[in-house]
């Protein structure tokens, strides 16, 4: 069975530092792994998705996740936060039909 | 106009109630998903469909049932609610094919039971 787990429910960093946001993952099969952005009342927008072409991958917002098959890992970063970023996060595990198992999500908060 | 609509935004209802939770799509995907997320567990999966006539259980269906009218259209209803599915509720769609395709969401119905 697969599944996720996201490091830590509230991360809080200053404006202009880094951002990392952790998640590692359990996977039978080569995984597609994906990170979702949620703002205050809206639906999740995707970051980013990994499926296999390279290990480092790029999104939007200037936001990239690096796949560590020996770690099962798929940790989220950004050099530099922005008050914008402060949002909830979500990484999350594709099974082979495309269903979704997500992690528990992490709150980032941006501080001035 | 948004590729995923829910509607309502926001109910508030007692419980024992009947609900229906509603979602449309204009993306033309096949598949059609239900999620529910609550605080500390992110999104579980409650039922999805990969065309009009296929509908599948998820992690937590129990005390839920749902529709697919039409590829565009997947309904979720709560037969007789009860407070501990008060949450906010998300559609997405996704279209055909492996498990890369993501998933596009809709903006959330939170529902409050009394």
């Known amino acids: 069975a697969q599944s996720v787990t996201q490091l830590g429910s509230h991360v809080s960093v200053s404006e202009g530092a880094l951002v990392l946001l952790r998640c590692n993952y359990s996977?039978?099969?080569?995984?597609?792994l994906f990170w979702y952005v949620q703002y205050p009342n809206q639906g999740l927008q995707l970051l980013l998705k990994?499926?296999?072409?390279?290990?480092l991958v790029k999104g939007i917002n200037g936001f990239e996740a690096e796949f560590k098959k020996s770690e099962t890992s798929f940790h989220l970063t950004k050099p530099s936060a922005h008050m914008s970023d402060a949002a909830e996060y979500f990484c999350?595990?594709?099974?082979?039909?495309?269903?979704?198992?997500f992690g528990q999500g992490t709150t980032l908060q941006v501080k001035p | 106009d948004a590729d995923v609509t829910q509607t309502p935004r926001n109910r508030i209802t007692k419980t024992g109630k009947r609900i229906m939770l509603e979602c449309s799509q204009t993306?033309?995907?096949?598949?059609m998903y239900w999620y529910r997320q609550d605080p500390g567990l992110g999104l579980r999966l409650i039922y999805y469909?990969?065309?009009?006539?296929?509908?599948n259980k998820g992690e937590i269906s129990d005390g839920y049932s749902v529709s697919r009218q039409a590829q565009a259209k997947f309904s979720l209803s709560l037969e007789s609610a009860i407070p501990n599915q008060t949450a906010l509720y998300f559609c997405?769609?996704?279209?055909?094919?492996?498990?890369?395709?993501?998933?596009?969401f809709g903006d959330g119905t939170r529902l409050s039971i009394l």
């Open positions: 993306k033309g995907h096949d598949r």
């Open positions: 996977s039978s099969v080569p995984p597609y």
């Open positions: 999350a595990v594709s099974d082979l039909q495309g269903k979704l198992i």
């Open positions: 997405a769609t996704s279209d055909r094919g492996p498990g890369n395709q993501p998933q596009h």
């Open positions: 469909s990969f065309d009009v006539k296929d509908i």
């Open positions: 990994y499926t296999s072409a390279a290990t």
